[in-house]
């Protein structure tokens, strides 16, 4: 199946500094996307980066594809405690599937 | 905020009952899934629809059932709750974007 696997699985940091998690796949893809999950909800979607893009950008989120290396790299700039959560990417495909996630705490 | 939403959000039932965790959307989305989720864990997709009376399993051996009777309406059915059903379920729908947009989740116990 195409689940994103996420590195790595737990990640500290304080407030200020930036945060950058990846993500590996094993197939060939039309677009990979990050999603955010706070404790107990839904997951929301951050941003979705197509296979012929290299870089994207959103606020304080800049996401990175490399298909040649089949990995993806989220980057929270300036991270704040309100960015605590547990970040995923799923790759495109008929049925989603998303890996295990990287667990975000920023410190205050 | 999603236009994506599951009832009950928190439900404790004892073994041997039967439950149906209901998922509704009012985006229009065709594509819809359930998710199993422990806390601090993976998602495991559990069952998927294209569309009206399409369903498919998903990857982790599930003893629910689905049915998708109206394009909005992807209820999950639990016939005889076990402890081991213990978990979270998340419902979402994908825009034709490929974008996923997910419900607020239904937390099970089974006691």
């Known amino acids: 199946s195409q689940q994103g696997e996420e590195d790595p699985q737990a990640l500290s940091i304080q407030e200020g500094e930036n945060a950058t998690m990846n993500c590996s796949y094993k197939?060939?893809?039309?677009?990979l996307q990050w999603y955010r999950q706070n404790s107990g909800r839904g997951l929301v979607h951050l941003i979705l980066i197509r296979s012929n893009e290299r870089e994207k950008h959103s606020g304080r989120l800049r996401v990175t594809l490399d298909t040649s290396k089949k990995s993806s790299s989220l980057l929270i700039t300036a991270s704040r405690a309100a960015d605590t959560a547990s970040y995923f990417c799923?790759?495109?495909?008929?049925?989603?599937?998303f890996g295990a996630g990287t667990r975000l705490t920023v410190k205050p | 905020e999603a236009d994506i939403y599951q009832t009950p959000r928190y439900l404790v039932i004892g073994t041997g009952k039967k439950i149906t965790l209901e998922c509704s959307q009012t985006?229009?989305?065709?594509?819809m899934y359930w998710y199993q989720q422990d806390p601090g864990m993976e998602l495991h997709l559990i069952h998927y629809?294209?569309?009206?009376?399409?369903?498919e399993k998903g990857d982790l051996s599930s003893e629910s059932t689905v049915s998708r009777i109206r394009t909005e309406h992807f209820p999950l059915t639990l016939e005889s709750a076990r402890p081991s059903h213990t978990s979270q379920y998340l419902c979402?729908?994908?825009?034709?974007?490929?974008?996923?947009?997910f419900g607020p989740g239904t937390r099970l116990t089974v006691l």
């Open positions: 979402a729908s994908r825009a034709g974007d490929y974008t996923q947009y």
């Open positions: 985006m229009g989305h065709d594509k």
């Open positions: 197939t060939s893809i039309n677009n």
């Open positions: 629809s294209y569309g009206v009376n399409s369903t």
């Open positions: 799923a790759t495109s495909d008929n049925d989603m599937r």
